[in-house]
């Protein structure tokens, strides 16, 4: 637990210093004026729309850029003979930007300010969708050497991640979206927000569990196979 804690606040600390945190803060402080001087009832997908972007934007991109950096300064080679476990690194770049999409998330939401407001379910989907694309990055970024090369795969993560939106705007009606994540992570966003149907929260959280578990396995082994090289715990 306490390398856990240490790797954390390893983590936070990085996330200030290349500014990630600086850019967050923009980007929710956009939001939120655009927001402030808007009436937002009946904007309810909207607000989910941008505020489901935080996780993935963080979760995804922000990851993959840290690992880089980490990469180019031999950090992964120094971890490995660390006590810090696989399992902890991972764990920790989730927490981080775990509570960095809640807190820029929720003070757009305030921003917003939606006649109903659930945060159960705006907790649950802001940490299982940014734990879930924070494995995603580390998976995408084991396969590349350089951002350059990264840029060429986020079409590959992001093109089919927004294929649920045609369903969530009602242009496009079709089962085949409830096998994309994303489809998971609108509903739970949208349930902070406004009332969805019980079988489909629980279709949400069941999922969402699922795939963050399997994801994680695949970057873990992703990590110790390509990134390290090496078979660590």
């Keep these: 637990m306490t390398t856990l804690l240490k790797a954390i606040k390893w983590d936070a600390c990085l996330i200030y210093k290349y500014g990630i945190v600086a850019v967050a803060f923009a980007i929710a402080l956009i939001y939120s004026l655009i927001f402030l001087f808007i009436d937002t009832e009946g904007y309810e997908k909207i607000i989910v729309a941008l505020v489901f972007s935080d996780p993935v934007m963080?979760?995804?991109l922000f990851t993959a850029v840290m690992v880089l950096f980490e990469k180019d300064a031999n950090t992964h080679q120094v971890l490995a003979v660390t006590p810090l476990k696989t399992s902890e690194y991972l764990l920790s770049k989730a927490i981080v930007f775990c509570v960095l999409a809640l807190v820029m998330g929720f003070v757009i939401v305030l921003a917003a300010w939606p006649v109903y407001f659930n945060f159960l379910w705006f907790l649950l989907a802001v940490v299982l969708s940014a734990a879930l694309f924070v494995f995603v990055g580390v998976v995408g970024v084991s396969y590349v050497k350089s951002f350059n090369e990264f840029i060429l795969i986020i079409p590959l993560v992001l093109a089919p991640v927004c294929l649920p939106f045609l369903s969530f705007f009602?242009?496009?009606?079709?089962?085949?979206?409830?096998?994309?994540?994303?489809?998971?992570?609108?509903l739970l966003f949208e349930a902070s927000v406004s009332k969805v149907e019980n079988w489909q929260l629980i279709y949400a959280m069941i999922y969402l569990g699922t795939l963050n578990f399997l994801v994680y396995r695949w970057a873990y082994n992703s990590y110790n196979k390509r990134i390290i090289k090496t078979d660590r715990l």
């Design 58 to 60: 963080y979760g995804f």
């Design 170 to 186: 009602y242009l496009v009606e079709s089962w085949l979206f409830y096998l994309i994540p994303t489809q998971a992570c609108l």
